[in-house]
């Protein structure tokens, strides 16, 4: 998966999924240290979406994430003894998580709305303004999805907010974002019109898109775009259209 900053920032990663972590690369890869290191955390993540985030000029860390999103649990949420073989204690229900790899004392986790508001969060009137917002708005959403920072302790950062917004696949609802982010955010729209030609004849077939929203208490939202490639991963996805 692509990712790109569509405000002023130049921020660019890229997001390689593996079935599993361990001996997906060649030795002489970037990707084979990470990799093999997080192999070495005896879990079953055969039920789990895996991927791996290099360093790059734009982002000096590297970052592994798990999430609940691919494939078949019927709980939705990533299992208790996942967190803990991963050193995140946290008794919320966690969508996704991400990690610096090597481990660093915070990490950043995914949950729901209702969290949010157990944390007594400064964000919180924002973000619910925000998702109503993108409801009313758009023709169908499959998730928002929020994420924060952690510290080893597992008490929520109140610094910023990610609002992962993953509306229906279709190129109406991409039209729609496109023109509420150049109207509410701070968005460039030279940025974000290289993805017109990408919608000309799209279908849910050929990519996953979505974007995402972070708030922060004392500077402009930074707004990015992601997309899959080479092709959609998610459309078997039981709760996907």
């Given at each position: 998966m692509f990712e790109r900053e569509i405000t002023k920032g130049d921020?660019?990663?890229?997001?390689?999924?593996?079935?599993?972590?361990?001996?997906?690369?060649?030795?002489?890869s970037k990707f084979h240290r990470i990799d093999q290191g997080l192999s070495d955390i005896k879990v079953d993540l055969s039920n789990y979406e895996c991927n791996i985030t290099l360093e790059n000029h734009t982002s000096p860390n590297n970052y592994f994430h798990v999430s609940y999103l691919a494939k078949n649990l019927k709980v939705p949420y990533v299992e208790r003894h996942i967190l803990k073989a991963f050193d995140i204690d946290l008794y919320i229900p966690v969508l996704y998580f991400t990690r610096q790899f090597p481990f660093t004392k915070n990490?950043?986790?995914g949950f729901g709305y209702k969290i949010l508001?157990?944390?007594?969060?400064?964000?919180?009137?924002?973000?619910?303004?925000?998702?109503i917002k993108f409801d009313n708005y758009l023709n169908g959403l499959n998730s928002i999805i929020l994420a924060g920072d952690f510290d080893?302790?597992?008490?929520?950062?109140?610094?910023?907010?990610?609002?992962?917004?993953?509306?229906?696949?279709?190129?109406?609802?991409?039209?729609?974002?496109?023109?509420?982010?150049?109207?509410?955010?701070?968005?460039?729209?030279?940025?974000?019109?290289?993805y017109d030609k990408m919608f000309t004849d799209y279908t849910i077939k050929k990519f996953c898109w979505h974007t995402k929203i972070?708030?922060?208490?004392?500077?402009?939202?930074?707004?990015k775009f992601y997309r899959t490639y080479p092709h959609n991963p998610f459309i078997k996805y039981y709760n996907y259209q």
């Open positions: 921020h660019r990663s890229y997001h390689v999924c593996v079935d599993k972590f361990g001996n997906n690369f060649d030795p002489s990490y950043k986790v508001k157990t944390f007594k969060s400064k964000f919180y009137d924002r973000v619910i303004k925000t998702m080893q302790n597992g008490k929520f950062i109140d610094e910023s907010i990610n609002i992962e917004i993953i509306p229906y696949q279709n190129k109406d609802n991409y039209y729609k974002i496109r023109k509420l982010l150049l109207q509410d955010y701070p968005v460039i729209e030279n940025k974000i019109e290289k972070k708030l922060f208490d004392d500077r402009e939202p930074v707004v």
